[in-house]
């Protein structure tokens, strides 16, 4: 581990004033600060707090591509981390920074650490957060998949298709909710029953504002309003009045690229690969040679 010079020098004094920090960068933009000194310190655009119970294990980092042992403990409280932003999932993903710091002179510091979060646990009003080095996303498989449905997420990069045209996104005020999974939405007009279906609902107002699932089942009640079901129910309450985001969704078929969507060109997909009947076909001159029966 490479550390700064005037950090190293400091190290080396033999009477050392140093610290460790973490900064915490949620995707929402918003920025925690941590420390184990008994001061809150200021640096790099963080305030990191001394009185929000932060720690993490040793840091132990290896060559090989496995998941670096480290983990961060801290308190749930109002002032940092809270139950209802874990159960929103507003800290999966976050990046994180660690630094070895003095703490009479916070000029000199190295990083120690880089990465994000991973799974986190909850207990007690504790919470024990997985911390992934830079190295985990290398893990990840990479390439095409050969199969008929379409292997992109819609409005991705390889997609390319522009969810946020009004047509396939829509903003609306809840009016009622049934077990955090049944989303009444009051009028939704100029879209097909079904139109939402395996899209996404996010929430962007209100106690649960980051929380979002996918979208089960869309359909409109006698009433005219429509209702949305998710696949699993939100760990946040949900109440009357919060607006949430829904998207359309896209079943991965050629068809639908082309005729919901207009996407075709970037469609991800291989819809002419044969199927597994082709083992079982031969040559005729004449009809058709699916591997069906010959009667």
């Not at 973490?22 to 655009?45: A, M, N, P, Y």
């Not at 498989?141 to 991705?156: K, M, N, S």
Request: glycine share 12%; charged share 25%; proline share 2%.
């Amino acid at each position: 581990m490479a550390f700064q010079a005037e950090l190293l020098a400091h190290l080396q004094s033999g009477e050392t004033t140093v610290a460790r920090a973490w900064g915490i960068t949620r995707k929402d933009g918003v920025k925690l600060g941590f420390t184990d000194h008994d001061q809150d310190l200021s640096f790099e655009g963080f305030v990191f707090k001394a009185a929000t119970g932060l720690t993490a294990s040793a840091i132990e980092q290896g060559a090989g591509l496995s998941v670096d042992n480290v983990e961060a403990v801290g308190m749930l409280c109002d002032v940092a981390v809270t139950d209802q932003d874990i159960q929103a999932g507003r800290l999966d993903d976050a990046e994180v920074v660690a630094w070895m710091v003095n703490w009479a002179n916070v000029g000199e510091r190295s990083v120690v650490f880089r990465g994000t979060i991973g799974e986190i646990q909850r207990a007690g009003g504790a919470f024990v957060a997985e911390l992934r080095g830079l190295s985990e996303k290398l893990n990840m498989p990479r390439g095409r998949v050969y199969q008929r449905p379409c292997t992109a997420v819609l409005g991705d990069a390889s997609c390319r298709f522009d969810v946020s045209d009004a047509a396939f996104q829509v903003l609306r005020t809840v009016v009622q909710v049934d077990d955090r999974r049944i989303f009444d939405l009051g009028s939704v007009s100029g879209f097909d029953e079904g139109w939402f279906t395996r899209g996404q609902l996010q929430v962007v107002s209100g106690t649960a504002q980051g929380a979002g699932g996918l979208i089960k089942r869309d359909w409109i009640v006698e009433s005219g309003a429509r209702r949305i079901e998710l696949w699993e129910a939100l760990q946040v309450e949900v109440g009357a009045g919060d607006e949430v985001q829904i998207t359309a969704g896209c079943d991965k078929r050629v068809e639908t690229c082309r005729e919901k969507f207009a996407n075709l060109l970037n469609f991800q997909g291989f819809p002419d690969i044969p199927g597994e009947d082709w083992i079982t076909s031969y040559p005729k001159k004449s009809g058709g040679n699916t591997g069906g029966s010959l009667r």
